[in-house]
C-alpha cells in the first residue's frame, strides 16, 4: 500500500511503522481473526481499519484523537498475523504508535490515574503484592468505585497465595544436561508464584540447570503495550545488564514476557543497545519450546485426567509456540488432551485491557469459559499468567470450579503422582 509517512519525524520507530504500513493490502483475511471485529463489528476495529487510521495520523491528516479510541481497543492479541497472506508484521506498528501517540494524545484524568496505578504497582512484585491485600477494601468498596475500576478489583483474588523464594542456583540432577537462566515475571509472582516453583521443579529433574539473575526485572510488556517507551526501555536495559551470557538459553514462562524480550530490538531501537537488544532476543525462548526441544525424561499419571489446552496470544501468534506445549502434555501417559473451539480467539486479558476495555474483556473472557466448558475437560492448561488469571475469573462466574494451571504445573504434577 502506498504510503507517504514522514519517516524522520517520527523518530527511531517511524522506519518499522512504515514498512507495516506498505505491506498490508488490504485483502480483508484478518478480520475473521480479529476478535474485536467479532464484538464490535466495525471496520475501523480491524487490523485493516487500524492500519489506514495509523498511516492517516502518521501522515499528518488525521488527529491522534480521532484514531486512539479504535487504537486503544486492539489487544494486541496478533492473531492478524498468522491469517495475513502479505505478511504484515502488525507487532511492528502498534506498539510503537502507541509509543508514539502517547506524547500527542491526551486522556482523561480517570484513565491516566488507573493508568499509574497499574505502572506504578504491576511491574514491581512487591507494591503489586501490597496493592494485591488492599483487594478485599476494593472488594468492599467497589460498588461506589467507578464502574471501569471494578473489572481490576475482580482479578485480585480474595486471598493472595503464599509468598514464594527461590534460590539463585537450582542445580540440575543426574547429569547435566543444559543451563538456562529464568525470568521470574512480576504479576506471577505475586498471584500464582507455584509457576515458577513448578517450572523449576520440570527443568532440574530434567537435567537441566536453572540460575536466577538476581537483579533481573519487569519484562518492560505493560510500558510497551501501552506507549510508555522510557520505561519499557529503563526495563529492557536492566535485563540486558541482568542476565548472563553463559547460558544455553533465557527461558521464559508467561507468553506475554517472552513476546516483550524479543521486542527489544523494536524497545531499544535507535540506541546504543540496540544491537545489544537485537543479539538478547535471540537468545529468549520459552520454556515450552526448549523442553520440548531437547526432551522430557519419561512421567506418568496414575488416572486418566481430561485437560483442555488454551493458546496464550502471545505465544501461538507472537512467538509462534502452538505444537511444543501439546506434545509435552500428551507426552504425559494417561492424558487426554481436549481443543477448545475457536482457539485462536483471544480470551480478553492482554495485560491492561480488562481496566481499559472492560466490556470487550468481558465479553471475550465469558466467550471462552463457555467454550472451555464445551470441551468437557478436567482441567484447563495455559502459558501465560494473565489469560489463568482471566480464565480462573470467567470460569468461576460460569459456576466452575475446574483447576487452571500453568503447563509447567501439569507436567510437575505427574512427576509427583508417578
Same mark, same amino acid.
Given at each position: 500500500?502506498?504510503?507517504?509517512?514522514?519517516?524522520?519525524?517520527?523518530?527511531?520507530?517511524?522506519?518499522?511503522?512504515?514498512?507495516?504500513?506498505?505491506?498490508?493490502?488490504?485483502?480483508?483475511?484478518?478480520?475473521?481473526?480479529?476478535?474485536?471485529?467479532?464484538?464490535?463489528?466495525?471496520?475501523?476495529?480491524?487490523? /485493516?481499519?487500524?492500519?489506514? #487510521?495509523?498511516?492517516?495520523? $502518521?501522515?499528518? &491528516?488525521? =488527529?491522534?484523537? %480521532?484514531?486512539? *479510541?479504535?487504537?486503544?481497543?486492539?489487544?494486541?492479541?496478533?492473531?492478524?498475523?498468522?491469517?495475513?497472506?502479505?505478511?504484515?508484521?502488525?507487532?511492528?506498528?502498534?506498539?510503537?504508535?502507541?509509543?508514539?501517540?502517547?506524547?500527542?494524545?491526551?486522556?482523561?484524568?480517570?484513565?491516566?490515574?488507573?493508568?499509574?496505578?497499574?505502572?506504578?504497582?504491576?511491574?514491581?512484585?512487591?507494591?503489586?503484592?501490597?496493592?494485591?491485600?488492599?483487594?478485599?477494601?476494593?472488594?468492599?468498596?467497589?460498588?461506589?468505585?467507578?464502574?471501569?475500576? /471494578?473489572?481490576?478489583?475482580? #482479578?485480585?483474588?480474595?486471598? $493472595?497465595?503464599? &509468598?514464594? =523464594?527461590?534460590? %539463585?542456583?537450582? *542445580?540440575?540432577?543426574?547429569?547435566?544436561?543444559?543451563?538456562?537462566?529464568?525470568?521470574?515475571?512480576?504479576?506471577?509472582?505475586?498471584?500464582?508464584?507455584?509457576?515458577?516453583?513448578?517450572?523449576?521443579?520440570?527443568?532440574?529433574?530434567?537435567?537441566?540447570?536453572?540460575?536466577?539473575?538476581?537483579?533481573?526485572?519487569?519484562?518492560?510488556?505493560?510500558?510497551?503495550?501501552?506507549?510508555?517507551?522510557?520505561?519499557?526501555?529503563?526495563?529492557?536495559?536492566?535485563?540486558?545488564?541482568?542476565?548472563?551470557?553463559?547460558?544455553?538459553?533465557?527461558?521464559?514462562?508467561?507468553?506475554?514476557?517472552?513476546?516483550?524480550?524479543?521486542?527489544?530490538?523494536?524497545?531499544?531501537?535507535?540506541?546504543?543497545?540496540?544491537?545489544?537488544?537485537?543479539?538478547?532476543?535471540?537468545?529468549?525462548?520459552?520454556?515450552?519450546?526448549?523442553?520440548?526441544?531437547?526432551?522430557?525424561?519419561?512421567?506418568?499419571?496414575?488416572?486418566?485426567?481430561?485437560?483442555?489446552?488454551?493458546?496464550?496470544?502471545?505465544?501461538?501468534?507472537?512467538?509462534?509456540?502452538?505444537?511444543?506445549?501439546?506434545?509435552?502434555?500428551?507426552?504425559?501417559?494417561?492424558?487426554?488432551?481436549?481443543?477448545?473451539?475457536?482457539?485462536?480467539?483471544?480470551?480478553?486479558?492482554?495485560?491492561?485491557?480488562?481496566?481499559?476495555?472492560?466490556?470487550?474483556?468481558?465479553?471475550?473472557?465469558?466467550?471462552?469459559?463457555?467454550?472451555?466448558?464445551?470441551?468437557?475437560?478436567?482441567?484447563?492448561?495455559?502459558?501465560?499468567?494473565?489469560?489463568?488469571?482471566?480464565?480462573?475469573?470467567?470460569?468461576?462466574?460460569?459456576?466452575?470450579?475446574?483447576?487452571?494451571?500453568?503447563?509447567?504445573?501439569?507436567?510437575?504434577?505427574?512427576?509427583?503422582?508417578?
Amino acid at each position: 500500500m502506498f504510503h507517504s509517512i514522514p519517516i524522520e519525524k517520527h523518530g527511531p520507530l517511524g522506519a518499522p511503522m512504515a514498512q507495516a504500513v506498505s505491506a498490508c493490502v488490504h485483502c480483508g483475511f484478518c478480520l475473521a481473526a480479529c476478535p474485536t471485529y467479532r464484538e464490535l463489528g466495525q471496520e475501523m476495529d480491524t487490523p /485493516r481499519g487500524r492500519i489506514v #487510521l495509523m498511516k492517516e495520523v $502518521l501522515e499528518g &491528516t488525521m =488527529s491522534f484523537a %480521532a484514531a486512539q *479510541p479504535h487504537v486503544d481497543r486492539c489487544l494486541g492479541c496478533l492473531a492478524c498475523e498468522p491469517a495475513c497472506p502479505s505478511g504484515v508484521s502488525y507487532r511492528d506498528l502498534i506498539s510503537p504508535f502507541r509509543a508514539v501517540a502517547q506524547r500527542h494524545f491526551h486522556r482523561t484524568l480517570g484513565e491516566r490515574l488507573r493508568r499509574f496505578i497499574a505502572a506504578q504497582t504491576i511491574p514491581f512484585p512487591s507494591r503489586f503484592r501490597f496493592a494485591a491485600r488492599l483487594g478485599w477494601l476494593g472488594h468492599a468498596l467497589a460498588p461506589v468505585m467507578p464502574k471501569k475500576w /471494578r473489572p481490576m478489583l475482580e #482479578l485480585i483474588p480474595d486471598r $493472595l497465595p503464599k &509468598t514464594e =523464594s527461590w534460590p %539463585a542456583l537450582n *542445580p540440575a540432577k543426574g547429569e547435566r544436561r543444559a543451563r538456562v537462566a529464568l525470568l521470574l515475571g512480576c504479576a506471577q509472582q505475586v498471584l500464582d508464584p507455584d509457576i515458577n516453583t513448578a517450572t523449576i521443579d520440570v527443568l532440574t529433574r530434567n537435567g537441566i540447570e536453572v540460575i536466577l539473575p538476581p537483579k533481573q526485572g519487569c519484562c518492560g510488556g505493560l510500558a510497551w503495550h501501552t506507549g510508555d517507551l522510557g520505561a519499557a526501555q529503563k526495563f529492557a536495559r536492566n535485563n540486558l545488564e541482568a542476565f548472563p551470557n553463559d547460558v544455553d538459553a533465557i527461558l521464559t514462562n508467561a507468553a506475554g514476557c517472552g513476546s516483550a524480550m524479543h521486542e527489544y530490538h523494536l524497545i531499544l531501537r535507535g540506541t546504543d543497545r540496540e544491537a545489544q537488544a537485537e543479539r538478547f532476543r535471540h537468545r529468549v525462548v520459552d520454556v515450552s519450546l526448549f523442553l520440548a526441544k531437547i526432551g522430557l525424561r519419561e512421567q506418568r499419571l496414575e488416572r486418566k485426567i481430561r485437560i483442555a489446552y488454551h493458546d496464550a496470544c502471545h505465544l501461538a501468534n507472537a512467538q509462534n509456540v502452538r505444537r511444543e506445549p501439546r506434545s509435552l502434555l500428551r507426552a504425559i501417559a494417561g492424558l487426554d488432551l481436549v481443543e477448545i473451539a475457536d482457539a485462536h480467539l483471544c480470551c480478553g486479558s492482554a495485560g491492561s485491557y480488562n481496566m481499559d476495555q472492560p466490556e470487550v474483556a468481558a465479553s471475550l473472557g465469558e466467550q471462552k469459559a463457555r467454550a472451555v466448558l464445551a470441551t468437557g475437560a478436567e482441567v484447563l492448561a495455559s502459558g501465560n499468567i494473565g489469560c489463568l488469571t482471566q480464565l480462573r475469573l470467567h470460569l468461576k462466574k460460569c459456576g466452575s470450579q475446574i483447576p487452571v494451571q500453568h503447563t509447567m504445573q501439569v507436567l510437575r504434577d505427574s512427576y509427583q503422582e508417578s
